[in-house]
């Protein structure tokens, strides 16, 4: 009955702080970062908990001072505020200091695995994956797939969020380490290393035209090792030379080449 | 380029802007699905599905965790394809302009998306002030406020953008200094970068290496195969 009945409290609040968190970055800057939009969003379930417009003025300022975190993840951190909120308005001993520690920690936790998880890990492979299948397809199907997948995780994740950092409340560092993050991850380095050997392969055999054409080939291998050297690297760390600006450069060179052997490459 | 397609182009960029960080990140500001609805407005799906995923490619192994700065993706997006797809004549795209254009937009798209960010901080601290002084709807306005001002920041670097690709094309058309290339001239390019960026971005483990190895049969086999040309 416990369990029914944490289900059922703030349950329309929690899906208005879910909706709302697709606008937690509207107001994303360098000095209170999401705090603006993680505010806004938590918004429903203080008014909820705290009927007093004063008292909900003052709980939500408290808020607005700084908050950052992965923003498909943040929910978490948003249903764990409800449920601290409700300890705090209690009058639970202690209950705001540890509401402060907890999202103090839970900032860095959350970036950490929602980037991990979403910006290195499924948006570089299902990005790779649809970028070779409409090369080879000529369709925009493999786009509408991409969207439809990541939003199908990254927004599933979203509304999750709420609910299960409400149920965890302090103790949502369980939720956390949950082996769907860390399978996740090494699903999405999976499927954008098989993305990454479909395209060595279709472009070495693009570039041989089919047949045995050495001179197609050993372009490839031109281009391939020039990307490699040149800096295809991870965004801002490369030391070399930015990844667009390889692509530049080789794009410029086969160019050269194409014009030069009058509109055909080798 | 008529002034319906300019204006449809200039929309869409409100919104890809507003979709690359404000506003939910569905990923529709993405090149790979910016490249065939610009394809769509300018009257050529075929080439804005092919420099969709070409660009998506070049953008591929930039990864925005942390405090990394990061070239705007969106407007590369839009107004690569746009210069690949309205200076191609019969085949041949002008590559290395349309990648030099995306590759400028990158650069200047995150300028601008910096001073979103700094134009951000004086409304949030406006927002706290209101809600110091008893106004719970503060927030919400600030939000709106600043949804406003991004889709007409978004709206108005497509329009410059817009001009700037159309001087150019004009200059460039027919001219070897645009890095002419063909389809097959860019999959090869694109290919190599996808499998360069994906090694890089995941590494090769021994059970990765299986994967790769998976993916470079099923891609040769393919095109070598599968009638993919």
Known sequence: MAERGLSHRLRKERRSVALRSTLIQAVWNYDSLQAVGFGWAILPGL???????????????????????????????????LRLEEEVARGAAGAERRLERLLRALRGSLGAIGDELF????RPALGGAAAIAALASGSMWPAVVFIVAWNALAQGVRAAGVRAGFAGGAGVAR??????????????????????????GAGA?????????????????????????????????????????????????????????????? | MTAIQAGALIGFGAVAFLDQWPVLQSMISRPIVIGPVVGAILGDPGGGVLWGAVLEAMQLAVLPVGAARYPDAALAGLLG?????????????????????????????????????????????????????????????????????GAAIGAAQVAVGLAIVAAGSWLLRGSPWAGPLDARGLRIAAGAMIAVGGVRAFGLGRRRAV???LGVAMGVGLVAWGGVT
């Open chain 1, 119 to 122: 910006w290195v890990g499924w």
């Open chain 2, 81 to 149: 394809t746009t210069a690949a797809v309205t200076g191609a004549a019969d085949g041949v795209y002008p590559a290395a302009w349309a990648v030099a254009i995306a590759l400028a937009a990158g650069w200047g798209g995150d300028t601008v998306g910096r001073a979103q960010r700094r134009w951000n901080g004086r409304t949030a601290e406006r927002v706290r002030a209101r809600v110091a002084a008893g106004h719970l709807e503060a927030p919400g306005r600030g939000i709106a406020v600043a949804l406003i001002r």
């Open chain 2, 211 to 213: 994967a790769l190895g």
């Open chain 1, 47 to 81: 008014e909820r908990i705290r009927p007093d417009r004063d008292e909900c003025a003052a709980r939500l300022h408290e808020h607005l001072e700084s908050f950052n975190a992965n923003p498909y993840l943040a929910t978490v951190a948003m249903g764990v505020t």
């Open chain 1, 205 to 266: 055999a693009w570039a041989a035209g089919g047949t045995s054409n050495w001179g197609g080939a050993l372009v490839f291998l031109a281009v391939v090792a020039l990307l490699w050297l040149g800096g295809a690297r991870t965004g801002s760390r490369s030391r070399v030379l930015s990844p667009g600006f390889a692509f530049f450069v080789v794009v410029t060179l086969l160019g050269a080449i194409f014009h030069l052997s009058a509109g055909a490459l080798p």
């Open chain 1, 175 to 200: 939720v956390l380490q949950d082996p769907f993050w860390s399978r996740s991850r090494a699903a999405a380095g999976m499927v954008g290393t098989f993305a990454a050997g479909a395209s060595l």
